[in-house]
């Protein structure tokens, strides 16, 4: 499976570092209250929104604690295309090239997102991305699992 933009087709991707930007602290990027974090990921939904009603592709990497807030960005596009893909929280750790959760867990962060603030896993992901025979896959396997998602559910056909 090639990279997304060898299907030649409009792509724009959220980052949540990106997203963030401008915030100076780690405690506000974060430790957001639930508040917060629920208003940032209704932010990034209507931004993908009107993108993808122009016809791009929008690729959001975040974390959504909350069920309520992915279902809220869920109705704001047909069904059809909110594609949630779930990252299993060991690999979140086995890939955190920043050290996160392991400041987290040594009680250096505060509020961090599946340590010891909740998480709730969705229901009905699309995608379901986990260890393969006990083997994190590599960050390109993982993208490589939601471009084939993509390329299988006819979104990179022009």
């Not at 991707?13 to 209250?33: H, L, N, R, T």
């Not at 962060?109 to 083997?135: A, R, S």
């Amino acid at each position: 499976m090639g990279a997304i933009w060898s299907f030649l087709v409009p792509v724009l991707f959220f980052d949540a570092d990106e997203v963030c930007f401008g915030q100076k602290k780690m405690d506000k990027i974060y430790s957001k209250s639930t508040l917060a974090c629920s208003e940032n990921i209704r932010r990034v939904g209507e931004v993908a929104k009107l993108f993808a009603d122009a016809g791009l592709i929008c690729i959001a990497s975040l974390i959504s604690p909350y069920r309520k807030d992915r279902d809220a960005c869920r109705a704001m596009l047909t069904d059809a295309n909110f594609i949630e893909a779930m990252l299993l929280f060991v690999l979140c750790e086995a890939i955190d090239c920043k050290g996160l959760y392991k400041l987290a867990k040594a009680g250096k962060i505060k509020g961090f997102t599946g340590i010891d603030d909740p998480y709730e896993p969705p229901l009905n992901c699309e995608i379901m991305i986990e260890q393969k025979d006990g083997v994190c896959p590599t960050p390109c396997d993982m993208a490589g699992q939601v471009v084939s998602y993509l390329d299988e559910n006819g979104f990179l056909h022009a």
